[in-house]
């Protein structure tokens, strides 16, 4: 959807499987660093133990594990932000972590569907199971309304421009409650040093991008680095890690 700077997509998680994926994964030179995303087939009896298949075969290669309990494609998934459910799959990551020895950063990839309730359980669960990052956050299944595209109301996930003010909000919000203690990677609109800077202030130590470079083409990485150092010195600052967390919304 050109005129919004978005995009819907129902791809859901078709893949070749997670050995072909490791395959290639090995077969290719490490180049800067790595987070593999995982999440269970939409039609496994044991949705919980597939992260946990994800956990053991990616430890050996990746640099993090993204949990991933956000994706709007499928089916109930978003069930995994419920309290209980939640604690039980965190729980469950720690034992298998130990079990493998394995001291990988675990980060969290959330909807940003959630509600104020939400917001404060989540944090207090992730802070009490060593969970290493928050990614804030996936698309969104919700803010149709803005939108110019007649495809608007196509199902499936919103992701760039109409869904950074919701993110942005989110990271903030976040930031107040788990401060310094859980990192937070900032998703959703980033297309810019501008949009990243954004992001920074409000609480991400680190950004993530997908509909920026749909866009834009791979280019963007390289057009936000330099346009964030011109913003930066701007404004006085020798390394963006001063900036994050200096502002809020509300
Ligand atoms: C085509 C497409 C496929 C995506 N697939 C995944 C996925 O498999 N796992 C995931 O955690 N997020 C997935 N996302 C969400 C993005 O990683 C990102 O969180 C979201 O699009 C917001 O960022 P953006 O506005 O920069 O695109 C996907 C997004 C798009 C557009």
Redesign the pocket.
């Known amino acids: 959807m050109v005129e919004d700077q978005a995009?819907i997509?129902r791809?859901g998680?078709n893949n070749h499987g997670s050995d072909t994926i490791l395959n290639r994964i090995k077969s290719n030179k490490k180049l800067g660093m790595l987070g593999v995303?995982v999440?269970p087939n939409k039609d496994s009896n044991d949705r919980l133990n597939d992260y946990l298949i994800g956990l053991e075969k990616f430890s050996e290669v990746a640099d993090y594990i993204?949990i991933?309990i956000?994706?709007p494609n499928t089916e109930n998934l978003r069930n995994f932000h419920d309290e209980n459910k939640l604690k039980e799959l965190l729980k469950s990551i720690s034992e298998k972590k130990k079990q493998l020895k394995t001291e990988i950063p675990i980060a969290v990839?959330i909807s940003p569907d959630i509600n104020e309730n939400q917001i404060d359980l989540i944090s207090e669960i992730l802070l009490e199971n060593d969970i290493s990052a928050i990614i804030i956050?996936?698309?969104s299944e919700a803010s149709r309304e803005t939108l110019q595209n007649i495809q608007r109301h196509q199902k499936g996930?919103l992701?760039?421009k109409p869904?950074e003010k919701k993110s942005n909000l989110l990271i903030s919000k976040f930031y107040n409650l788990i401060k310094g203690k859980i990192k937070i990677i900032g998703?959703?609109?980033?297309d810019s040093g501008k949009a990243a800077y954004d992001k920074f202030l409000l609480g991400a130590d680190y950004v993530?991008?997908?509909?920026?470079m749909?866009f834009q083409g791979p280019n963007i990485a390289g057009m936000i680095k330099k346009d964030l150092k011109e913003l930066l010195i701007r404004d006085g600052v020798k390394n963006f890690t001063e900036i994050v967390g200096n502002k809020t919304v509300s």
């Open positions: 995009l997509n791809l998680f995303n999440g993204t991933n956000s994706s990839k956050s996936n698309t996930g992701s760039g869904i998703v959703g609109g980033v993530q991008l997908y509909t920026g749909v």
